[in-house]
């Protein structure tokens, strides 16, 4: 998977839990630049986007993300990696 593949479900992840398909996203932007992204919506992003993309992601370290371009490589970075048994 791509990066570019990564941005595209992320960005389908965050429009499909917000529940707004026309909601901008840009890498440099934060959940609070972002109208409905609360803490809720935040472990739901999550678990869409390790749907979409056979991820899995430590929710703690997730928060850590500054940015949702950080977020999007955070994801990247575990694309494809199945959860540990």
């Given at each position: 998977?791509t990066?570019?593949?990564?941005?595209?479900?992320?960005?389908?992840?965050?429009r499909e839990?917000?529940?707004?398909?026309?909601?901008?996203?840009?890498?440099a932007?934060?959940?609070?630049?972002?109208?409905?992204?609360?803490?809720?919506?935040?472990?739901r992003i999550?678990?869409?986007?390790?749907?979409?993309?056979?991820?899995?992601?430590?929710?703690?370290?997730t928060y850590?993300?500054?940015?949702?371009g950080?977020?999007a490589?955070?994801v990247?970075?575990?694309?494809?990696?199945?959860?540990p048994?």
């Amino acid at each position: 998977m791509t990066r570019d593949d990564v941005w595209k479900a992320l960005v389908e992840a965050i429009r499909e839990e917000l529940d707004d398909p026309n909601v901008a996203v840009e890498p440099a932007m934060t959940a609070a630049d972002i109208p409905g992204w609360d803490s809720l919506a935040h472990v739901r992003i999550v678990m869409n986007v390790e749907d979409r993309t056979d991820g899995v992601i430590a929710m703690k370290a997730t928060y850590r993300a500054a940015t949702v371009g950080e977020l999007a490589e955070m994801v990247f970075r575990s694309a494809g990696k199945a959860a540990p048994t």
